[in-house]
């Protein structure tokens, strides 16, 4: 059978909590299907990646989604056309030790995609909406997290990346993002990144199979 051969150059930190290993996988994926031929489609390739990894099925799916279940039942949703201010504390939090934490809240009321949808359609602004329920833990785990979303919460909603580090914060205009990313103390990594639509990956695939 035919292999394949990958390297890597990691930009996104570890233990960042932005999906990078997850992303990785997908476009291996993705890659291995075009290069071989294998002529799978997107499910088929979903159902690949989801024992491999929760995120993995989102970024095989290519395009900003509401995600429901482990992470595989999926809806395309029209996302906020912004950028990101992204700030790395320092630290890497452990996934596992985030959800096995004993004052983890698993209570909080479920958001449907029709909650979602209505955000959107009343007020065309999704920046903010909804909640991290892991970011109390974290921020209480690894104080430089909740230094950082203290620090650029000062200009706007700023999160915690899934279940860490990472802190984010979106801006409407890349001129506003640089204006903040050139205030970031110079103790914690930070940058910048535009809001994608689409996977670009996929995009570039189907171009070349016209």
Request: with cysteine; hydrophobic share 45%.
């Amino acid at each position: 059978p035919p292999g394949i051969a990958v390297a890597v150059e990691k930009r996104l930190p570890m233990g960042g909590g932005l999906g990078g290993g997850s992303s990785d996988a997908a476009t291996a994926l993705m890659a291995a299907n075009h290069l071989w031929q294998a002529g799978l489609t997107d499910a088929e390739l979903i159902a690949l990646g989801l024992p491999l990894g929760a995120d993995i099925p989102f970024f095989l799916f290519g395009e900003t989604a509401f995600a429901e279940g482990v992470g595989e039942a999926l809806q395309a949703v029209p996302g906020p056309d912004c950028w990101y201010v992204v700030i790395e504390p320092g630290v890497a939090v452990p996934t596992v030790g985030i959800f096995t934490a004993p004052d983890l809240t698993r209570d909080t009321k479920a958001i449907t995609i029709s909650d979602f949808s209505r955000r959107h359609v009343e007020s065309n602004d999704l920046i903010g909406f909804g909640k991290n329920d892991l970011q109390d833990v974290a921020a209480r785990l690894f104080p430089p997290v909740a230094e950082a979303i203290e620090w650029l919460g000062g200009y706007g909603a700023a999160r915690m990346t899934g279940s860490g580090s990472c802190v984010f914060c979106a801006f409407s205009t890349e001129q506003e993002a640089e204006r903040v990313l050139k205030q970031v103390p110079t103790r914690w990594r930070a940058w910048k990144a535009k809001a994608l639509q689409r996977h670009p990956m996929k995009s570039l695939l189907q171009i070349n199979e016209l």
